[in-house]
Nanobody
């Protein structure tokens, strides 16, 4: 099985930056499409970003385009989310996810259902 552990969350001021990490263990990390999701209290878990094979194939929610960057270091079995120009509305628990299946339609990676594995989440709080 695959286990995912997020880290790097914290409290930052609006306009600041954070880099989240997701350490993966088990099987072949490089073969998994991976994504970041976030969930604020009382809201549904929402898509943030996904990376399929490399930086050449990435997807972002409209709300984070131009501010967040997803990347992966397969040698270290680690997924990253660089978050710049943070806004108070970015406040949420951020979750790392991975799937063993490649889906031909990018639509699938925007949903929670295709992902097989999830981390426990890391809190990001952005103050005004």
């Amino acid at each position: 099985q695959v286990q995912l552990v997020e880290s790097g969350g914290g409290l930052v001021q609006a306009g600041g930056s954070l880099r989240l990490s997701c350490a993966a263990s088990g099987r072949t990390f490089s073969s998994y499409p991976m994504g970041w999701f976030r969930q604020a209290p009382g809201k549904e878990r929402e898509f943030v970003a996904a990376i399929i094979w490399s930086a050449d194939n990435t997807y972002y929610a409209d709300s984070v385009k131009g501010r967040f960057t997803i990347s992966r270091d397969n040698a270290k079995n680690t997924l990253y989310l660089q978050m710049n120009s943070l806004k108070p509305e970015d406040t949420a628990v951020y979750y790392c996810a991975a799937t063993e299946t490649y889906y031909s339609g990018s639509y699938y990676y925007y949903r929670t259902e295709p992902y097989d594995y999830w981390g426990q989440g890391t809190q990001v709080t952005v103050s005004s």
